[in-house]
């Protein structure tokens, strides 16, 4: 996957079993946000931090949207008990993962990062070692420079 592709829809289920459809989230840019695990420090570290910003990501056009291969329940009580509370989406089939070559060699998620435009293409990527994470100050300074359609 390159910048500009046009990428599949995909449905999976977020932290209250909700069925989350990219298609029909894409009113507004979406933020995938790959990452390895649930109720780890780092990646815990990471989705606070994003949390703290997402307000702001919506006033410029972008949903916030965690995803891992972790299941529903885990995800449940990680964003309850971190006050998460945008999508977290469960892959546990590994399909939306491996299509975004977020799977490292033992089948695990990357941390990586995804921007999709409302027309349906990526508009940004970038991976990092699982032990770093942009961090939302980046995140939001790189975010809001981006010409989004």
Request: proline share 3%; hydrophobic share 40%; aromatic share 10%.
């Amino acid at each position: 996957m390159k910048i500009g592709d046009v990428v599949e829809n995909f449905r999976l289920y977020d932290q209250f079993n909700n069925e989350f459809d990219l298609y029909k989230n894409l009113d507004q840019s979406v933020l995938l946000v790959f990452y390895p695990k649930d109720n780890t420090p780092v990646c815990t570290a990471q989705l606070v931090d994003y949390a703290l910003i997402q307000k702001e990501l919506i006033s410029i056009g972008i949903k916030i949207v965690g995803i891992n291969i972790d299941p529903v329940k885990s995800h449940n009580s990680f964003c309850f008990n971190n006050n998460i509370n945008f999508p977290v989406l469960s892959d546990s089939e590994k399909t939306v993962s491996k299509y975004y070559g977020a799977l490292n060699l033992i089948g695990k998620n990357k941390r990586k990062l995804v921007l999709i435009g409302k027309d349906k293409r990526i508009k940004y990527i970038k991976s990092t070692l699982p032990m770093f994470f942009i961090h939302s100050v980046h995140l939001l300074n790189k975010m809001s420079k981006m010409q989004l359609l």
